[in-house]
């Protein structure tokens, strides 16, 4: 090999050791069902397992309780904390049981700001009853030590015009003009992928999506798809991989995996 050939590799090496590999943020959305498995079996070391086996950096989680009776005053947010080894924030969004019910965020980066916001709901009433429905804010460094906002939500189950007024508060309050922030957006929104409520959100948001629309919902034998990760803004991100894991036991819903890139810096 002549001199100039090997300067030429050496430089070629060195270029490709010292270039920083993209950063990654694995994003996993889970109704968890209070950690009660599709076998009748409460089980919060098993619904851990299946979140540690995904290796998120992000998880927003649904339908959690804290001191409720029927989970036997089980402090859940503060568990999944500790068997998963990630920090949790927790937002209530009603009394139930003697205790508290609602969304959670799980992350590995560190924890800048945190907010819960109550969003519109039809009351119950004799006739039909609904949830209060809320949204839990959490600020995080990134890995490329930049903020990053998620959300973690839960639209009503049962009333149309309820998800769509819900739809609407999420881009009223996290995705306005000249809101540079990014931000990603995930939950159970209790819509298919061409209801009203979804395409609402994609007046603001970009939906990370597979191409196929796996079913989430129940687990067993999903047949609908109401399980998302959203993104904003676009040219922050670039969508590596989007999934829904095949776990049919820990919970009624299969949870979501979606991989993003970040980009713009």
């Known amino acids: 090999m002549s001199v100039i050939a090997a300067l030429l590799m050496m430089m070629l090496t060195s270029v490709g050791e010292s270039a920083e590999p993209p ?15 599709m076998d009748g079996k409460y089980d919060v070391v098993r619904l851990a397992d ?16 804290v001191g409720v009776k029927r989970s036997g005053r089980m402090h859940e947010v503060r568990q999944l904390a500790e068997l998963t080894g990630l920090a949790a924030r927790f937002g209530p969004t009603q009394h139930y049981e003697g205790g508290l019910f609602g969304n ?9 700001d945190v907010s819960i916001h109550p969003l519109p709901y039809t009351e119950s009433t004799a006739e039909r009853t609904t949830y209060p429905r809320g949204a839990i804010v959490v600020t995080v460094t990134a890995l490329d030590g930049k903020p990053l906002r998620f959300i973690s939500t839960h639209f009503q189950h049962n009333v149309p015009e309820d998800r769509v007024a819900e739809a609407q508060a999420i881009n009223e309050l996290f995705a306005a003009d000249g809101d540079g922030l990014r931000a990603i957006l995930a939950g159970d929104m209790n819509a298919q992928p ?17 191409e196929a629309a796996t079913p989430t919902a129940p687990a067993t034998n999903p047949r ?16 590596v991989e989007s999934k829904v894991i095949p776990e049919a036991m820990a919970s009624d819903h299969r949870p979501v995996l979606v991989v993003l890139e970040l980009s713009g810096r």
């Open 23 to 37: 950063h990654q943020l694995r994003v996993l959305c889970y109704n968890v069902h209070w950690c009660l498995g």
């Open 50 to 65: 299946v979140i540690k086996k995904a290796k998120p950096d992000l998880v927003a989680l649904q339908e959690v309780d």
């Open 104 to 112: 959670a965020v799980l992350t590995r980066f560190p924890i800048l």
């Open 194 to 210: 061409d209801d009203e409520p979804v395409t609402e959100l994609l007046k603001k948001w970009t939906n990370a999506i597979d």
């Open 224 to 239: 609908s798809r109401i399980d998302y990760v959203f993104y904003r803004n676009t040219s922050q991100f670039r969508l």
